[in-house]
């Protein structure tokens, strides 16, 4: 398993920034593709995005993190991929997504439209087969917990 984890490349892994060359009948003859793991990520995390109920994705301390990414100029761009672990091979890619659903929704079914759409999506772009997308719903989001965010009101002029 550890063995398996360390293949995996996430967010913050340099095995992330190698390219990878990805196997196509055109690749003998016209040259070949290379499809960096991060590209595959990024093509997860907004598919996962598009879906209606997912609130955010990562566990709680990589959202902290892509939070505090964001107020720094320049840093919004890494936070694309927060809560989404690939690996990718020549022909094949697995993916891993760690999501906050809205609460009140069926997590089932979100979660087999999230897939769907993840499949179609990096299928689509890349040519990869997609072999699997776990998903781990590590949270729910109340209604409640937006009117706390929001900041109170000053009472002077």
Do not use: C
Not at 13 to 33: L, Y
Not at 114 to 140: A, F, H, P, Q, Y
């Amino acid at each position: 398993m550890a063995e398996q984890d360390s293949e995996r490349a996430d967010n913050d892994s340099s095995e992330s920034r190698k390219p990878v060359r990805v196997g196509t009948s055109a690749d003998s003859s016209e040259g070949r593709t290379s499809i960096a793991a991060t590209v595959v990520q990024k093509i997860a995390a907004i598919a996962a995005r598009e879906i209606s109920g997912v609130h955010a994705m990562g566990g709680g301390v990589s959202r902290a993190f892509g939070a505090l990414r964001e107020r720094i100029p320049g840093g919004s761009g890494t936070s694309t991929v927060s809560g989404v672990r690939v690996e990718v091979g020549e022909k094949q890619t697995a993916v891993d997504l760690d999501v906050v659903v809205e609460y009140g929704l069926s997590i089932v079914e979100l979660t087999r439209s999230v897939r769907r759409n993840v499949i179609e999506s990096v299928e689509r772009m890349t040519g990869l087969e997609v072999i699997e997308v776990n998903i781990d719903v590590n949270d729910i989001h109340l209604p409640s917990e937006d009117e706390e965010a929001e900041p109170a009101s000053s009472r002077v002029e």
